[in-house]
């Protein structure tokens, strides 16, 4: 699409008014962005002026040259309609250049584009409407045009009003929870006292109608599940910033990344005094749970790799084979013949993702086990990104390898498919098959049995999770429904050594504090360079940019509410939008996303909600992780995709479809969809550019193990990732299908197999997983790496109404995520 000349050119008499096109202040190619009180007006802030030129300059023109971040070569505006203004680095020239298009544009005051285009909301503008009829610097311009016009207007009374201050458009609170961000910083750069008391949730703000009639939407609304405590058994929120800092520490010691001793060698306890110990699958926190296997059987494991020898670098490949993090200190494990609680927990060196059990009293067990951080954590140039997704592991060799050596918790993720078909992607959100637990009719029963499976899924970012108030990607719970949270942790299979233990309260004992940190996660900084003239232009798209304005022809139905711009849907981000009111009805709100798209105009692949049939979350209803204590009040923290659970302020019930998330860390959580079925950022904008079945590079094992032994994907930046496009570097496999093609990289009909037990049975409850094909060889988790979209629940398709965004437009926003 491109930018006709008189739709343009607002876009550029708006950045010279309002530098709605514009930086924050600096130099001509956007500059400094570190200063927010620069004045539209710039110059002395208004008073009399003795001549139209004059009162450009102190009412109208910005000393940045806002007008350069659009109109200059390679900007947004750079296209054949819209070079009838470009800009120099002059900015002397700024005042005749506009009288000139005003001219060019036929003169006149109120019937000019110059003055319509960014105030009528009935006209096209791809800048928004930032400068509505009666505003500062809608009365400036109309003034200035009045003298252009007939030369009889007063410019010494004070027309247009006093020039008017702009937040930057760039700059960003990295996600996390607001909590954490006020307890940091005072205002003055100091932490608040542990007396300081918390504000309320700003998740708490979106109810029914609060940001009604705003560019931002929101139709699925926040329950607080721990508003009753005599109903809900579980720790309250905290009070104050002391007990949410205490309460993250014992959840960072619960997810494994920070240590169960305090520097000076104490242990780091609850309130009565019990030992905080790290979490591991399926067990809580005990050390015997039946993922586990022993120092012993975890030493062993290069011998059902292939390999001869146990290799010296044996710790790495275990990293590198199953996708864990780097390798950490802080979890150590015994090699043969040592005693743990003698060697500080081992000589080798466990990747984060697996850890060594411990005991109550603190000490090691000789247990390895894994938790979270296996799925929700990522690694880029070495560094360890706590939260950020998945998209490394291969639970399914995990589970396969464990499983050899008699964990029965690796067995099932390996033999029912619960780590999915795809190095990096998961089959975790398996509460479909919870809801055999809360049936209560013969109905619910077929409905259960007829559920399928949720298929491949994209682990999300925990950096996003405070800025969500519902949950998961149709939004099944509030973001207060936290005893799912420790789905993973759920202490059913503890004790190998004698009967399954059910400890029906640890969940609940616990939960909040693991909740809290992960609620603390925040994301990662941009490793490469940014264009920050270019971000801004990608700012200003985001949050105003109509995809559905008249001319864009975009063959999706609008969605209801907001401005049709990326912003409606995932939030609003820059700091002049968000202190916008007619963004935001309170800036708190910052980069909180709560729209769930209708199903028929997101169009993504449709498994996973399809598997959420009525009497599937009837049934999960009834299980511990949908509060069933709250269920009657106001506060009803069920399955909110049940009838009468979320209406909107005009009484409508909230569609079925899939939760737009807050893009928080976007950069670093390649690929994309909920199903991970898209490469980068640049195919999501554009859907002709998707990859039907592609693999991600791999790390290049070293010269004497090539061949022998599996490297997981390349994580350097400088190597792996791809800048322009927004995501890690891919190969496009060629699929001819034939009897030879490869099971998973190439069957749309050598498909056949995968189509009728997929198709046919994979409506059936655990149907697809149990045809999840079996992992014999390295070869077969080498083909674990192929994303085929053709495969069930591995569509590509949908999120097609951004592909009315020329490549220009592509690339502005693509570098304005980079600064999210």
């Known amino acids: 699409m491109t930018m006709p000349f008189r739709a343009c050119l607002p876009v550029v008499l708006l950045s010279l008014i309002l530098s709605a096109c514009g930086g924050s202040g600096g130099s001509a190619n956007g500059g400094d962005n570190t200063n927010t009180g620069n004045s539209a007006g710039g110059g002395n802030g208004g008073g009399n002026a003795a001549n139209p030129e004059e009162f450009f300059q102190t009412r109208l023109q910005s000393s940045t040259g806002f007008c350069r971040t659009c109109h200059i070569a390679g900007g947004v505006a750079d296209t054949d309609d819209g070079r009838g203004l470009m800009l120099t680095s002059d900015s002397a020239q700024d005042f005749q250049l506009l009288r000139a298009s005003w001219e060019a544009l036929g003169g006149g005051v109120d019937s000019s584009p110059l003055l319509v285009e960014p105030s009528d909301p009935a006209e096209p503008h ?37 020039p008017i201050n702009l937040e930057p458009l760039l700059g960003s609170a990295r996600g996390g929870h607001a909590w954490f961000d006020y307890c940091a910083d005072d205002g003055t750069g100091q932490a608040r006292p542990d007396s300081a008391l918390l504000p309320a949730d700003p998740r708490s703000l979106v109810q029914p109608g609060f940001n009604d009639g705003r560019a931002v939407y929101f139709n699925a609304f926040w329950k607080d599940c721990h508003v009753d405590p005599e109903l809900v058994n579980e720790k309250p929120h905290p009070d104050t910033c002391g007990q949410l800092r205490e309460s993250r520490h014992r959840g960072a010691v619960l997810m494994g990344t920070a240590p169960v001793q305090n520097p000076d060698g104490s242990y780091v306890t609850y309130e009565d005094g019990e030992v905080v110990r790290p979490g591991n699958t399926f067990a809580g926190d005990n050390p015997h749970g039946f993922s586990a296997i022993s120092a012993e059987q975890f030493n062993q494991l290069w011998m059902i790799w292939g390999l001869t020898e146990r290799p010296e670098n044996f710790d790495q490949l275990v990293a590198e084979r199953y996708g864990f993090g780097p390798l950490s200190d802080e979890h150590p494990y015994p090699l043969p013949g040592e005693d743990p609680n003698q060697t500080n927990g081992g000589s080798g060196r466990l990747p984060m993702g697996l850890l060594q059990t411990r005991m109550e009293d603190g000490s090691y067990s000789g247990e390895i086990s894994h938790n979270c951080q296996g799925c929700h954590s990522t690694t880029i140039d070495g560094e360890f990104i706590p939260g950020g997704g998945g998209s490394l592991l291969d639970a399914s060799v995990v589970g396969r390898d464990f499983g050899a050596f008699g964990s029965p918790v690796g067995i099932a993720i390996d033999r029912l498919g619960l780590a999915g078909r795809v190095r990096g992607t998961n089959n975790a959100q398996f509460s479909n098959i919870l809801a055999l637990t809360g049936i209560q009719s013969p109905q619910q029963l077929i409905d259960v049995l007829n559920n399928g499976t949720t298929g491949t899924g994209d682990t999300p970012a925990w950096w996003n999770v405070g800025r969500r108030p519902v949950k998961f990607v149709d939004a099944m719970f509030s973001g207060d429904a936290v005893r799912v949270d420790f789905a993973l942790f759920s202490p059913i299979l503890t004790n190998k050594y004698g009967l399954p233990e059910q400890e029906d309260s640890w969940t609940s004992d616990h939960v909040q504090d693991g909740d809290h940190y992960i609620m603390s996660q925040k994301a990662p900084e941009y490793v490469g360079d940014i264009d920050t003239a270019l971000a801004e232009q990608g700012a200003i798209l985001f949050h105003t940019k109509d995809l559905w304005a008249e001319g864009e022809n975009n063959p999706v139905a609008r969605p209801d509410g907001g401005n049709g711009s990326c912003a409606s849907c ?53 299980a511990s992780v949908a509060y069933p204590e709250t269920h009657g009040t106001d506060q009803d923290c069920g399955v909110q995709n049940l009838p009468g659970q979320q209406i909107d302020a005009q009484g409508n019930e909230r569609p079925r479809g899939y939760a737009a998330p807050p893009l928080y860390g976007v950069w670093a959580t390649a690929p994309y969809l909920h199903n991970g079925s898209v490469p980068d950022v640049w195919s999501l904008l554009d859907s002709s550019e998707r990859p039907a079945t592609w693999r991600r590079i791999s790390k290049q094992p070293r010269a004497d193990q090539a061949g022998q032994v599996v490297m997981g994907y390349e994580t350097d930046f400088e190597r792996g990732y791809d800048p322009q496009r927004m995501g890690w570097r891919y190969e496009e496999l060629n699929c001819d299908p034939s009897p030879s093609a490869d099971y998973l990289s190439c069957n749309p009909l050598n498909d056949l197999g995968d189509f009728f037990l997929s198709e046919v049975f994979g409506g059936l409850l655990l149907g697809w997983n149990i045809a999840n094909p079996p992992i014999l060889t390295n070869s077969d988790i080498e083909a674990r790496k192929i994303y085929n979209t053709r495969l069930f629940s591995q569509g590509n398709g949908g999120h097609v109404f951004s592909d009315v965004l020329n490549d220009a437009e592509r690339a502005a926003i693509i570098e304005y995520l980079k600064t999210l």
């Not at 930032?130 to 007939?150: F, I, K, V, Y």
């Open 126 to 162: 791809s800048g928004g409407k930032p400068w509505p009829e009666g505003s500062q610097p809608h009365e400036a311009m109309r003034t200035l045009l009045t003298c252009w016009n007939d030369g009889g207007c007063s410019l010494n009374d004070g027309n247009g009003g006093d």
């Open 570 to 622: 995932h939030g609003a981000y820059s700091p002049r939008y968000v202190n916008d009111d007619t963004f935001l009805a309170d800036p708190a709100l910052e980069g909180i996303a709560s729209y769930v798209v209708p199903i028929d105009i997101i169009d993504t692949d449709r498994v996973r909600l399809d598997t959420y049939n009525q009497g599937t979350n009837e049934s999960l209803n009834q």
